[in-house]
């Protein structure tokens, strides 16, 4: 079994002192797999977008651990993070977080330049992007004149550019209507199982939770339960969210030995 | 990020609020125009200095005039009595004035291989030759070697000539400055009991006003005002000291002498200064003066940097979701920190070179305005009030750049320090 993109040990979370401490996340244990898709699911105040921001690398935990490749990254400065930011991860955002004053193109091209890469490098890898969700036509567009829909396919592009391991997805649908919700799901899951990406997704809607290989869900900062196995979406609604309860559910372990997402 | 695209980024942020930019820009350009033209004034009259003294380089004299003037502005309370020192005091002090003895003095020093005394001398009126009666004063017959000449040149100190200024010529019922060279010109001196006496002499030259006050009344030689000044003494009761305005002692080798003739003159209480002397003197208060106008421009730009500072907050604030965006994909605090200080550099720049070109031409046109034949500083001989210092605009710029530099730093470092996680949480 190949070494996990992602692990956490005893990932504990505390915002705040004293008597207004809040704990939002209580000691998390679990790996995610290269190649896996991944879908963390809660309501909001679960503590979904804490654990995505620490797996992000965004945020630092109050205690336990975060690995990346086998490797702790709490001790790592600041600077290097960033770096590891940059080359591993893409990110995709609810609100999209496009620059409206820069064109398509340079948009996607961010993480590039942030990178360093040269001009004419960068312009031709995000084209190559663009192209392959479909959007080299508007290169040259200004990122305020695209639909919902052409924004996150912007938005993905942009996260695709640095070819990362892992894409973080923040509730990716949380601002499209349903077809354009299903168009860009697609997009995603295909990404996952044709180019091996790892899917991180935090998710309220069910259809995309219910694609993803697995599902960890979260009520009060705890992982309360873990469905395995993609649901056909069309004619089984999964209660994702209030799935803890349910049947055919396993606790969670402290190692989860779930191998098979990892193979590719 | 590259240093380039650091630097093309943060250009077309600050062009992104064309009309915010603009304001601080014009701040930042209304400093950078004012000390342009205060350098430049003051590189300007210094380049005239040079200009009109340059030609004296190898004049070998030292000038000098009594020691005490100087002195009692510097004292501190009143000067101790010393016996010995009183022995030397003569009927020039107090006056300003060199005594005989002090010019023997100078003569009997090492180095020195000829004295040339100033006298006062007094005329009532000059007189051209086909009549008419001007009011007139001679200026120092030792100026002569700072003088700038129309046509002709100095009078020679041992003989009865003189140069009288370009605006004499009317006398004559010429223009042309060459046409009145060996006229006559008549002198008329008082003596002590008020009768006149003409002493007539050839004008050898005709001056140009200069800056240094030199040239705008007659010129005597050394000759033709001894001559007047022994006039002025005839029928004096009693005995007459003999006292000099100033001497100019002729020194063999003056680089390699002029230290050791200045301490022995200060030895013996006289003070000698050089032409070049003279002209570092008058540099060192137009470089006060420049400095001081130079400060008021710093404080305009003082002001403006906190323009800088304002724009710049409000561009953060504005942009904290892009700041947020950058640092989640990984830009680093050091390069948000210098994305946001290059703009703030990139202000500089823009209004230092806006400013500093309106300053060059509003200085230039101005100047050949002023200084032009028939303007209103026309009569000053190779007067320009606006010059070019290379050195003294490069200065600017990267003084302008500094300062916004220093201003971004604030906003830049608020930029750095957002968390990328509370800049990008949606509202």
Known sequence: MSTPVLETENLVKVYGRGPAQFHALKGLTFEIHRGESVAIVGKSGSGKSTLMHLLALLDEPTSGVVALDGRPVSKLKPKTVSALRNETFGFVFQQFFLNPNQTVLENVTLPLKIAGVSKSERDKRGMDALEQLKMADKAKNKATDLSGGQKQRVCIARALINNPEVLFADEPTGNLDSATSETVEDILLNLQRDHGITLVVVTHDEDLASKCQRRLIMQDGEIVDEQVGVKDSASHKAPVTAGHSGPATRRRRRILPFGKGAAR | ?427
């Open chain 2, 1 to 427: 990020m590259k240093s380039l695209d650091v630097t093309k980024s943060a250009l077309s942020n600050t062009l992104r609020s064309k009309l915010r930019t603009a304001l601080t820009v014009i701040a930042i350009v209304i400093g950078a125009f004012t000390l342009t033209l205060t350098s430049g004034l003051g590189a300007g009259i210094n380049q005239t200095v040079d200009r009109i003294f340059g030609g004296f380089g190898e004049d070998d004299a030292i000038y000098v005039v009594p020691q005490v003037e100087a002195d009692a502005q510097e004292q501190d309370g009143p000067a101790e009595y010393d016996p010995d020192a009183g022995a030397e005091v003569d009927s020039g002090f107090g006056t300003g004035m060199l005594s005989a003895e002090d010019v023997e003095t100078i003569e009997g020093l090492d180095h020195v291989v000829g004295v040339d005394t100033e006298v006062a001398a007094q005329i009532e009126y000059v007189e051209a030759p086909e009549g008419g009666q001007y009011q007139a004063q001679f200026d120092f017959a030792l100026n002569d070697v700072l003088a700038e000449f129309a046509a002709g040149g100095a009078p020679d100190r041992s003989a009865m000539e003189i140069t009288i200024p370009e605006d004499w010529l009317e006398i004559y019922g010429t223009d042309n400055p060459d046409e009145v060279l060996g006229e006559t010109l008549i002198v008329a001196a008082p003596n002590a009991v008020g009768q006149t006496s003409d002493v007539e002499v050839e004008v050898v030259g005709v001056t140009q006003g200069t800056l240094a006050g030199v040239g705008f009344t007659p010129i005597p030689s050394v000759a033709l005002a001894e001559e007047v000044a022994d006039i002025n003494a005839e029928g004096f009761e009693g005995q007459m000291p003999e006292a000099y305005i100033m001497a100019s002692a002729e020194i063999e080798n003056l680089e390699q002498n002029e230290e050791a003739v200045k301490e022995a003159l200060a030895d013996e209480g006289l003070w000698g200064l050089t032409v070049e002397d003279q002209i570092a003197m008058f540099e060192a208060v137009i470089d006060a003066i420049t400095w001081i106008l130079s400060g008021f421009a710093l404080i305009a730009l003082l002001a403006a940097s906190f323009g800088i500072v304002n724009t710049l907050l409000m561009s953060v604030q504005e942009r904290t979701r892009e700041i947020g965006l950058m640092k989640a994909l990984g830009m680093s605090r050091a390069k948000v920190f210098s994305l946001f200080s290059m703009e703030a550099v990139m202000i500089g720049i823009m209004g230092s070179v806006v400013g500093i070109g309106l300053g060059l031409a509003t200085g230039f046109v101005t100047d050949g305005f002023l200084t032009a034949e028939d303007g209103p500083l026309g009569g000053f001989a190779e007067l320009s009030l606006f010059g070019l210092d290379p050195l003294a605009i490069g200065g600017i710029f990267l003084l302008i750049i500094l300062i916004a530099f220093l201003a971004g730093t604030l906003p830049a470092a608020r930029a750095a320090k957002k968390d990328p996680i509370e800049a990008l949480r949606y509202e």
